[in-house]
């Protein structure tokens, strides 16, 4: 019984569908259509069966049907939690480039209207440089200063959001690195469901593309981590059990991205057990 | 098909997306479109206006609304959400445009929806290309035909551009579809090529 979106044709007979745009939509969906015996339709098979009067109206109709599951289709496709979660990382990793890129530009000029004035021997953290350039300077410097510390307050607010948005997205994965880490692994692979299907050697250098290549090219050393580096279990490890803690973590983050792809809530078993894993890596005097 | 000297133009509603306008008609630059290099560099199927197209690979729209002013009904195929929202936006303003979200590999999706054509169009970035075109040549009228945008390097990158073409050129024939034309895209767009088939 060859279904068509304006209805069911059977044997010379036809029962059009009833309903607006959204409901025709939602039947289209359900019609399951053997292309070995398909035929293609006939708009006039719709007159016939009383769906519509003429070609315009029946063109309107399909227009307002294909838009209405198009609409539908986008919609469900943003649905996926992380779609967002993707572009508030890339966003805050973009807005980090900007504020250091402007931090060293304003130091620089501060430093001709400052003959005096070097960074030499100085362990002034940049933000409070910028705060110092904006309160000593008049004009174009001080207000890009100024500007410079709103952007970084906005990254700051961006930054917990991610977070917290990472914690609900990806339960597991945080619970072992901490948001900001998760919601990087996961931007880095291009989405949770990408993430869920690497193995765990690839997110272990995910993020150390560089490195990574120059290890296959030219038999360098191959990276030991890449994003991962960031979290403090890593980056705290004595040199000697960097690696093995880097590569335990990553094994258990490969199970932890499946969690929350496939699953969606935290599991608290298996989140305890990794993290006794973890730790017992990170032991120097492992024998 | 319109020329004004030897610029392509489409008769329609402009500012699409900032196109340059030339006697009151769309330009339809081969840089940006390959439908238009094909015009260019060789024959083409002649659009006309009571045709109906089946376009698969429609993108952001901006080749499908060239389309759409020379033909009657454009039947616009697209899978990815992002240019399906550009999509939309072209087919709100263009009435003979009927957008699709649908994977073009998968016919059935859209088999309900899709009238007989006169043309099939496809310009999709996959790697079994030949397959596909023969796959919604079922939507042909008998005598339609069949564009085929070749983009060889989303085919094979190892392979050389001239084996996939050739190797592809073979699946279309051993398929039964009817080789009329087959140019590479020079000098407008790289390492692709258009194939215009006729289903007998």
């Known amino acids: 019984m060859p279904g068509y979106w304006f209805g069911d044709v059977e044997a010379g007979s036809c029962t059009p569908f009833l309903g607006d745009a959204r409901e025709i939509a939602g039947r289209v969906r359900t019609i399951r259509t053997n292309m070995g015996s398909f035929v293609p339709l006939d708009w006039e098979l719709a007159v016939s069966c009383g769906f519509c009067h003429d070609r315009a109206e029946y063109l309107k109709k399909l227009r307002e049907v294909c838009f209405a599951a198009a609409e539908r289709d986008v919609r469900e496709q943003y649905a996926g939690k992380d779609t967002e979660l993707l572009h508030m990382v890339r966003t805050l990793d973009e807005m980090d480039t900007v504020i250091n890129l402007l931090s060293e530009r304003i130091m620089e000029w501060y430093q001709i209207r400052q003959p005096t004035f070097s960074r030499k021997y100085r362990r002034t953290p940049s933000h409070l440089m910028v705060r110092k350039i904006r309160e000593k300077s008049r004009g174009a410097l001080g207000n890009v200063a100024g500007q410079i510390e709103t952007l970084s307050a906005a990254r700051t607010d961006l930054a917990k959001e991610v ?3 990472a914690n609900r997205v990806l339960p597991n994965t945080s619970a072992l690195i901490g948001g900001l880490v998760a919601a990087r692994l996961m931007a880095q692979a291009g989405g949770l469901s990408q993430l869920s299907r690497l193995p765990a050697s690839a997110i272990q250098v995910l993020g150390a593309k560089t490195a990574l290549f120059a290890h296959i090219r030219t038999h360098t050393p191959s990276p030991k981590h890449g994003v991962i580096f960031q979290h403090r279990r890593v980056h705290n490890a004595p040199r000697a059990v960097r690696g093995r803690v880097s ?9 932890a991205a499946r969690l929350d792809h496939y699953r969606g809530v935290a599991d ?6 990794a993290q006794a894993k973890i730790d017992a890596a990170g032991m120097e005097d492992k024998s | 098909m319109k020329w004004i000297g030897e610029v392509l133009v489409s008769p329609g509603e402009g500012g699409v ?16 479109s390959k439908l238009s290099a094909l015009y260019h560099v060789g024959t083409g199927i002649d659009l006309s206006s009571p045709m109906r197209v089946l376009y698969l690979g429609a993108a952001n729209g901006t080749t499908v609304s060239h389309v759409a002013d020379y033909t009657e009904t454009v039947y616009a195929v697209e899978f990815a959400p992002r240019p399906m929202q550009d999509l939309l936006e072209v087919a709100r303003r263009r009435e003979n445009i009927v957008p699709i979200m649908a994977d073009a590999t998968r016919p059935e999706q859209y088999a309900p929806l899709v009238e007989a054509v006169d043309l099939l169009y496809q310009d999709v ?3 079994d290309q030949a397959a ?6 079922v939507f042909l009228k008998k005598g339609g035909s069949l564009i085929l945008m070749l983009k060889t390097r989303s085919v094979d990158v190892r392979k050389e551009p001239a084996v996939v073409f050739q190797d592809t ?23 692709h090529a258009a194939i215009v088939c006729r289903k007998p």
């Open chain 2, 169 to 191: 050129l073979d699946l279309l024939s051993t398929a039964g579809l009817v080789i009329l034309e087959s140019v590479w895209l020079e000098p407008y767009h790289h390492d």
């Open chain 2, 125 to 127: 970035a996959q790697p």
């Open chain 1, 247 to 255: 590569r335990v973590l990553a094994g258990k983050l490969a199970i």
């Open chain 2, 17 to 32: 997306y900032n196109e340059r306008m030339l006697g009151g008609a769309r330009v339809w630059d081969p840089f940006r």
């Open chain 1, 268 to 273: 608290p078993g298996f989140i305890e057990r």
């Open chain 2, 132 to 137: 596909i075109a023969v796959r919604n040549s």
């Open chain 1, 163 to 165: 977070s917290s948005r």
